[in-house]
Nanobody
Framework: QLQLVESGGGLVQPGGSLVLSCAAS????????IGWFRQPPGKAREGVSC????????FYADSVKGRFTISRDNAKNTVYLQMNNVNAEDAAIYYC???????????????????WGQGIQVTVSS
């Protein structure tokens, strides 16, 4: 069974840093484009950052460019999201999702995902 499990969420102060992890099981993640999405309270879910199966191509939403970094370790079947200089607008439930045969931009902006994680809360507060 294909499964994605997020970890690393929690409380972070404004200006602080957090690392989210997305661990894949039940499939070979290096065949998949994987991305991070988020849903702030009362708002629609949006693509944050996506990474190609090789890790060579990435996509970032404008709101996180220069602050967030996505990476992957295919040997560990894990994708990471390094979040730096976090602000209040970054507070949300973060999900990871995977898909095959699409670009990073397509996955992040409207593409159909094959599998979703259960989501993890990120709270920004001093």
């Amino acid at each position: 069974q294909l499964q994605l499990v997020e970890s690393g969420g929690g409380l972070v102060q404004p200006g602080g840093s957090l690392v989210l992890s997305c661990a894949a099981s039940g499939f070979t993640s290096h065949s998949y484009v994987i991305g991070w999405f988020r849903q702030p309270p009362g708002k629609a879910r949006e693509g944050v950052s996506c990474i190609s199966n090789t890790g060579l191509t990435t996509f970032y939403a404008d709101s996180v460019k220069g602050r967030f970094t996505i990476s992957r370790d295919n040997a560990k079947n894990t994708v990471y999201l390094q979040m730096n200089n976090v602000n209040a607008e970054d507070a949300a439930i973060y999900y990871c999702a995977a898909a095959t045969l699409m670009s990073t931009r397509t996955l992040c902006v409207g593409g159909k995902q094959d599998v979703w994680g259960q989501g993890i809360q990120v709270t920004v507060s001093s």
